[in-house]
């Protein structure tokens, strides 16, 4: 039995739970018209997930990763996102990092959801790109697809903790008005990140914006602020 093998046998001696299974579709919406339409779920916690991915990391193959990746059984792709997490943060070799990036880019369809990519996209693009150039998230951001624009706004979350706020506000001006509420929540919490990092950075961008903008990305970038100023925002009194 070959390591892919291992892994996807660890997963299912792991997944005897059927109602977990079938909150799980529910709760990732993977139901015809929900935004996970087509995934199926084992029933694994995350916990469990992850201990897995550790176990295996180093023997399995980046080609059986992207395998995990194009799977529809959702444990399977947020298994290879641990793997690939780890492979990278223990790359000793610039080489062995972007075979890593190569790996992810090469695979990005199957980061479809949002576990995926929050567990994702900032702890492997956001190192990768902190010194370089980042026009592919802008193209992401630009690209209609919701997965890559929220890969582009997560991305930033490693930059935002650098104390590099430029990207991640560009990139919020480009998603402000999406329609879906999975970019709303994404841009609230980077501008949020950024305002725990630097008050003046977020007050402004919001000044800005915040009467044109939708009220989930608002209240999620707001939630950290004191009553009064919340409650400024949120009627509109703010100048």
């Not at 201990?51 to 180093?58: D, E, L, P, S, V």
């Not at 044109?212 to 209240?219: A, D, K």
Request: charged content about 30%; glycine content about 6%; hydrophobic content about 40%.
């Amino acid at each position: 039995m070959n390591t892919l093998q291992k892994i996807k046998k660890a997963l299912v001696l792991q997944s005897d739970n059927k109602k977990k299974a079938g909150e799980l579709a529910r709760f990732f919406q993977a139901f015809p018209g929900g935004y996970g339409e087509g995934d199926s779920f084992l029933g694994l916690t995350v916990p469990d997930q992850r201990a897995i991915a550790k176990k295996f990391y180093k023997q399995l193959f980046l080609e059986d990763v992207a395998l995990l990746l194009q799977e529809n059984v959702h444990e399977h792709r947020l298994t290879a996102v641990f793997v690939l997490v780890l492979k990278f943060e223990k790359a000793c070799t610039e080489g062995d990092k972007r075979e890593v990036v190569e790996t992810y880019l090469q695979n990005i369809e199957g980061i479809n959801n949002w576990d995926l990519v929050d567990s994702s996209a900032f702890k492997i693009l956001g190192p990768w790109l902190m010194d370089k150039e980042k026009k592919m998230l802008y193209d992401f951001a630009e690209s209609g697809n919701l997965w890559l624009q929220r890969i582009a706004i997560i991305t930033t979350l490693h930059f935002i903790r650098n104390h590099q706020f430029a990207d991640a506000l560009k990139l919020a001006e480009i998603l402000r008005n999406h329609p879906h509420d999975l970019i709303h929540k994404a841009v609230g919490w980077m501008l949020r990140e950024i305002g725990n990092r630097n008050y003046k950075a977020e007050m402004e961008f919001l000044a800005k914006h915040y009467r044109n903008v939708p009220r989930t990305m608002l209240r999620y970038a707001i939630e950290k602020f004191d009553e009064n100023t919340r409650q400024g925002f949120l009627k509109g009194e703010i100048k």
